[in-house]
């Protein structure tokens, strides 16, 4: 095969994949979204952006991804460097670790259900020590911040396993001469990670807060188990439209409310984590 086209070839498949399951659906989505009676129109945008739940939700929706994905960040960076660290045992610790990127969304906020609805564990161990007399029903509108807790904590618990390998896989990339130059020249280890382990995984940081950001902004089955309608976040909206309300142009509406979020704060990301032109490992 000419040499000129082999590349154009392999690159194909890929290509026809990404026309079918996304240029085309979003065409379709944009028609819905933008699409009235009357022809192209921005109705659909002004009945979303002016219904009294969408400052909330789009405040919980940034709350919510302002709090986890900063603690998910520090977590995996930590996760990652004790298991490069790390002589034996290596791959059994990052297969416990990552064990709950098996498990689904909802699957995961039903977890997490269990141990802070009336009958969960929470209950079961505070009445244990004595802390309280009754079960306490933690997941009410009366505990908006024990809710926001629970599905903090299920979404931490669930996602930071995304970050870590890719974070793993960055260091593991990083030359081992580097170390030991640093040690060499007395460098400490907090020096180490500052002055060679960080910005060398500007690339990967770059994918795993890329990939985390997404995903935080479409956080529906977690908050669905834990909160139900108590924490409107945007994609829990766009479900309501949808499936709710029957209201398929709002709800396209506001899926591309949430696109045009997550390329803002992805651009965001890019700039702030940039690669120098020409640098490598």
Known sequence: MNARILPYVLILPVTLFLCLFFIYPFILVSQQAFGSSDGWSLDNFREVVNHWKFPISLK???LLAAAVVPLQ?????????????????RDMVLYIWTIPLGISDLAAGIIWLAIFEQSGFLNSMLNGIGAIDKPVNF?????PWIV?????????????AIMLVILVAGIGLIPKEYYEAADVFGASKWKQFTRITFP????SLQTALVLRVIL?????????ALGGTLFPVLMGETFAYQFDLLNSGAAAAMALIILAISIGFTLIILRVLRVPKGASI
Do not use: C, D, H
């Open 60 to 62: 919980n929706t940034l």
């Open 73 to 89: 960040l520090a977590l995996a960076l930590l996760m990652a460097t004790m298991v490069s660290k790390m002589e034996k045992g």
């Open 139 to 143: 997941l009410t509108y009366q505990n």
């Open 148 to 160: 926001f807790l629970a599905i903090a904590l299920a979404e931490i618990w669930r996602a930071t």
């Open 200 to 203: 060398m995984l500007r690339p």
């Open 216 to 224: 935080a902004f479409e956080i529906f089955a977690v908050v669905a």
